[in-house]
């Protein structure tokens, strides 16, 4: 029952930029909660690549961003590779469902 | 370095009972609050509920109130997640999460566990 949502999929050629964009409501991204990224690689478990809205953990290459605006986010990825081909998923807080931790509904990015 | 190191694949039939565990080593256990996520097969992500090991304050997901019990053992590091009466749609990965340190509201999860594929066939 995702209550933030993702385009199913994305795709584009390496070196392009593409967005992807998550969409919530006022009960959660728009409450002002922070909006969190997380990359699956195909056959792994998922991990952390955008905090608090728009900070990268130590490691995580400077071509991802996270940006948040009303009640959306958005994740980045310029200079595309073959490596980014992957599922992405946003994460928020959300107050309406009794105080709960909530995903989107994730987007697979297809390099071309 | 924080590691979360789970038990391995079960493969269970419906009516049985399981426990699977994670244990996290690397930081302090007591200090942050652990997660349970499932994956269904080919699905998305759904956070299932989180403990915090500390004091076993337990918040569940409305979803998952009820059908599973999320529990730890401070002494031995270990979070746990729990079934008395499995069904064919408990079919998935789960995952346990390290939720973040900081403001409740607003940290991620930071660190994730291999996964524990649990399988659910007469």
């Known amino acids: 029952q995702s209550v933030l949502t993702q385009p199913p999929s994305v795709s584009g050629a390496p070196g392009q930029r593409v967005t992807i964009s998550c969409t919530g409501s006022s009960s959660n991204i728009g409450a002002d909660y922070d909006v969190h990224w997380y990359q699956q690689l195909p056959g792994t478990a998922p991990k952390l690549l955008i905090y608090g809205n728009r900070n990268r953990p130590s490691g995580v290459p400077d071509r991802f961003s996270g940006s948040k605006s009303g009640t959306s986010a958005s994740l980045a990825i310029t200079g595309l590779q073959a490596e980014d081909e992957a599922d992405y998923y946003c994460q928020s807080y959300d107050s309406s469902l009794s105080g709960s931790r909530v995903f989107g509904t994730g987007t697979k990015v297809t390099v071309l | 370095e924080v590691q979360l190191v789970q038990s391995g694949a079960e493969v269970k039939k419906p009516g049985e009972s399981l426990k699977i565990s994670c244990k996290g080593s690397?930081?302090?256990?007591?200090?942050?609050?652990i997660g349970w996520v499932r994956q269904m097969p080919g699905k998305g992500l759904e956070c299932m509920g989180i403990i915090y090991p500390g004091d076993s304050d337990t918040r569940y997901s409305p979803s998952f109130q009820g059908q599973v019990t999320i529990s730890a053992d401070k002494s031995i590091s270990t979070a746990y997640l729990q079934w008395s009466s499995l069904k064919a749609s408990d079919t998935a990965m789960y995952y346990c999460?390290?939720?973040?340190?900081?403001?409740?509201?607003?940290?991620?999860?930071?660190?994730w566990g291999q996964g524990t594929l649990v399988t659910v066939s007469s």
């Open positions: 690397g930081y302090s256990f007591t200090s942050y609050w």
């Open positions: 999460v390290r939720h973040g340190s900081g403001n409740y509201y607003r940290m991620p999860f930071d660190s």
